[in-house]
């Protein structure tokens, strides 16, 4: 596994695919990525079949951690959306996401229920409150590599100016890494690094369709971004996958039209390690220990 915080110090942005279960997250450590994002919106999407708008509790998240972890040692960074709740909540969803497996720990600074940073309607906490959630996160984590990440989504509320001082008090706070969400043009992006850039790591939010300019890694890295997450389009792809599958199933009565979009049985067993797996239970055999 990398050092999350080290690798950000590195010229080269680090790229991280938005995973919710599992099973996308061994395919993305099976595609060479070299961490993850835990995504607070994919969750809400695959586990509660719901929008993202406040609904996903911190203990459905951290037992998503712990099944992620159980299969996968890739850098986890973990949205923990608000902290669930005021500094000493935070407080508590940082000691066990942390000791679930959590690498960095995303904090924002919206208002109960919170909602998609792409969604119309948010409001804000005063920026002293999100401050001393920042500072009670930092004086919970067990381990300074467990990096705090902060995000605001001051721009669609206060204003582009107002969004970037917010960030500046917070990396002053102590952020390890900041998020300005939901920049609308490359213009805003490029000052976004421009201006934060010498203060924290800088992490970028591309989401298709959303509210921010669709850029490559590469792009960012050179507006001064260190990190980049791609939080919910393996969801949108499930679900761009589901539609297109119980159509065919309920219009043809089979699936044999969309085999070609789909592992068969004894693909998805190998990509699995299925096999690996049973031998390695063999080494358990009640036969092995019966005299």
């Known amino acids: 596994m990398i050092d999350f915080k080290e690798r950000l110090r590195r010229p080269e942005i680090l790229v991280a695919p938005g995973v919710f279960d599992p099973l996308g ?5 099976r595609a060479g990525f070299e961490a993850i994002y835990l995504s607070g919106a994919s969750i ?9 708008i406040g609904l996903v509790t911190a203990s459905e998240v951290e037992a998503t951690i712990g099944r992620i972890r159980d299969r996968v040692d890739l ?9 669930y709740g005021n500094a000493l909540n935070v407080q508590r969803t940082v000691r066990h996401f942390e000791r679930a497996g959590a690498n960095a720990i995303q904090l ?3 208002t109960l229920p919170k909602r998609c940073g792409h969604l119309e309607g948010k409001t804000l906490v005063a920026a002293g409150e999100m401050i001393g959630k920042i500072k009670a996160a930092l004086d ?7 990096a705090i990440v902060a995000r605001t989504d001051a721009i669609a509320v206060e204003g582009f100016d107002a969004a970037l001082d917010r960030a500046a008090a917070y990396a002053a706070a102590g952020a390890d890494v900041l998020f300005v969400e939901a920049p609308r043009t490359r213009e805003q992006l490029a000052e976004v690094g421009k201006r934060l850039g010498n203060r924290a790591p800088l992490m970028a939010n591309m989401v298709e369709g959303g509210k921010t300019p669709l850029l490559s890694g590469p792009e960012l890295e050179r507006l001064g971004f260190s990190f980049v997450i791609f939080p919910s389009g393996l969801a949108r792809a499930v679900a761009h996958t589901m539609e297109g599958y119980f159509a065919t199933l309920k219009n043809d009565g089979t699936t044999q039209a969309f085999r070609p979009q789909m592992f068969d049985f004894d693909t998805l067993q190998d990509r699995l390690g299925t096999a690996a797996l049973l031998e390695h239970g063999k080494r358990y055999d009640a036969d092995r220990f019966t005299r």
Do not use: H, K, M, P
């Open 25 to 29: 997250a061994w395919f993305a450590a």
């Open 44 to 52: 809400a999407y695959t586990q509660l079949g719901q929008a993202d």
């Open 108 to 110: 924002e600074d919206q």
């Open 140 to 146: 919970a984590r067990a381990s300074a590599a467990t």
């Open 75 to 83: 850098a986890l960074v973990v949205d923990a959306d608000t902290g």
